[in-house]
């Protein structure tokens, strides 16, 4: 079945930078879309980072753009989420989301805690 593994959160400073993984499998991951969610504490969950397949083409959400990079590593099923100059508004949970080819549909990861805090 379709498994997303998410890591690397953790408690960082403001202005410090984080790199989330989030490891695939159960799906041919090579030309399934990717993307990265986050939902912060009373907030409804929100999209951050979107990338293509082959990972041409990547898409942010503008409280991110210039300060967050979606990338993917197809021969290791995994797609990664660099954050940099981040702030307390970052904090949330973060979740890795597939849209699998074979699998029509949205899947989740367990999610990874991100806070930002002095």
């Known amino acids: 079945q379709v498994q997303l593994v998410e890591s690397g959160g953790g408690l960082v400073q403001p202005g410090g930078s984080l790199r989330l993984s989030c490891a695939a499998s159960?799906?041919?991951?090579?030309?399934?879309?990717m993307s990265w969610y986050r939902q912060a504490p009373g907030k409804e969950r929100e999209l951050v980072a979107h990338?293509?397949?082959?990972?041409?083409?990547?898409h942010y959400s503008n409280s991110v753009k210039g300060r967050f990079t979606i990338s993917r590593d197809n021969a290791k099923n995994t797609v990664y989420l660099q954050m940099g100059s981040l702030k307390p508004e970052d904090t949330a949970v973060y979740y890795c989301?597939?849209?699998?080819?074979?699998?029509?549909?949205?899947?989740w990861g367990q999610g990874t805690q991100v806070t930002v805090s002095s």
């Open positions: 989301n597939a849209d699998p080819v074979e699998y029509p549909g949205d899947y």
């Open positions: 159960g799906f041919i991951f090579s030309i399934s879309a």
């Open positions: 990338i293509t397949s082959a990972g041409g083409r990547t």
